[in-house]
């Protein structure tokens, strides 16, 4: 829904399916549309039918494909006259700030990845990272921030509160993985670890579950199916969340995994790699555990911690991980620093 003389901001991306950048822009744009703006989520190129955009028809945000080109990119600036242009990801980001800045059109960069890409990805990343200076930027987390430049900004990405919950009440748990079935995210450490630990008694009552698509997802398959459960992309996570009773997050690299921001708004602790914000959002024994990168001895004995845990203490985890999403990581508690760093960048935020 277009507001009538408010300014208007556009999400520009290059995505061609739903992953953690895309469910961020997906709230920031809901929590702009709150307050007022006009918000419109602009793709670079046609990758052909983006799951992406159900979600968000479903949630109301406009959105438009360009055809993947800066000509393209520049004339639809200059044609639709954005006040701000805020781009995620290295594509967005380099071609973006430069069509921006030809159109002297306001411009702001958020980096959200915590890993380096194979080549040629990893030379886009960098050009990406030294470019940054052309706009104000923004870094998920604080490896990410000593990249960029320096007067760049720290904001954690943030996440609505369901009103559905876990439910720790349940006899049956299931721990679970959400991300990318590639190196980086540690989808092959999770399926070790279910290996390792499915046949101990104390895991008779649990199970294994896997959420997401990628290049290492048929290998796992072939190999893991006995006793992991695997359920390949998801379009949409609200009905899935609520039965998910841990979160396991291996990773070896990341910035800041919107999936435990999620995972802990319903409730769900998080067992996860010592990597990127991490450390800043979970709080070791109160809302989930951290161990070092590939350290699967640790991660074991932290899941085991969890379901060795009474209902009483499982509740107390449920309730801690909630109050942390309240208390630090709504959309609407950021949207007032977003605004100054929008303001950084010439944009006249509304009156």
């Known amino acids: 829904m277009t507001t009538i003389n408010q300014p208007t901001i556009w999400q520009l991306i290059d995505s061609s399916t739903i992953g953690g950048i895309e469910r961020h822009i997906e709230m920031l744009a809901g929590g702009l549309q709150y307050t007022g703006y006009n918000c419109v989520v602009m793709l670079y190129d046609d990758h052909g039918k983006n799951p992406w955009f159900k979600q968000l028809e479903a949630a109301h945000i406009p959105y438009h494909v360009l055809g993947g080109t800066t000509r393209d990119l520049y004339k639809a600036i200059k044609s639709k006259k954005p006040d701000l242009i805020h781009t995620h990801g290295y594509k967005a980001g380099i071609l973006g700030r430069a069509a921006a800045r030809l159109s002297k059109t306001p411009v702001v960069s958020t980096f959200h990845s915590g890993e380096r890409g194979?080549?040629?990805v990893s030379m886009y990343q960098y050009l990406d990272e030294m470019s940054a200076f052309l706009a104000p930027a923004i870094a998920v987390s604080k490896p990410i921030l000593k990249k960029l430049p320096l007067g760049s900004d720290l904001m954690h990405n943030f996440v609505t509160m369901p009103a559905c919950a876990s439910d720790?009440?349940?006899p049956n748990s299931r721990i679970g993985f959400?991300?990318?079935?590639?190196?980086?995210?540690?989808?092959d450490h999770f399926?070790?670890?279910?290996?390792?630990?499915?046949?101990?008694?104390e895991f008779e009552r649990v199970s294994w579950h896997a959420y997401g698509d990628g290049p290492m997802l048929a290998d796992l398959k072939k190999s893991s199916s006995d006793h992991v459960t695997f359920h390949g992309m998801q379009t949409d996570m609200t009905d899935i969340w609520p039965t998910l009773d841990l979160?396991?997050?291996p990773?070896?690299?990341?910035?800041l995994p919107l999936a435990a921001l999620e995972a802990f708004s319903h409730g769900i602790p998080v067992v996860a790699a010592k990597l990127g914000a991490l450390p800043d959002v979970i709080k070791h024994g109160d809302t989930g555990w951290l161990f070092k990168a590939g350290d699967m001895e640790t991660a074991t004995?932290?899941?085991?911690q969890w379901v060795d845990k009474s209902t009483t203490q499982k509740t107390a985890m449920f309730t801690a991980c909630r109050e942390t999403i309240?208390?630090?990581?709504?959309?609407?508690?950021?949207?007032?620093?977003?605004?100054?760093?929008?303001?950084?960048?010439g944009f006249k935020a509304a009156a």
């Open 118 to 120: 194979a080549f040629p």
């Open 168 to 170: 720790v009440t349940s």
């Open 178 to 187: 959400v991300g990318r079935f590639s190196p980086e995210k540690g989808p």
């Open 191 to 201: 399926c070790a670890l279910a290996k390792g630990l499915c046949d101990m008694p």
């Open 247 to 249: 979160l396991v997050i």
């Open 251 to 255: 990773s070896r690299a990341e910035g």
């Open 301 to 304: 004995r932290h899941i085991t």
């Open 326 to 345: 309240r208390n630090n990581f709504l959309v609407e508690s950021r949207l007032e620093k977003l605004f100054q760093i929008y303001k950084k960048s």
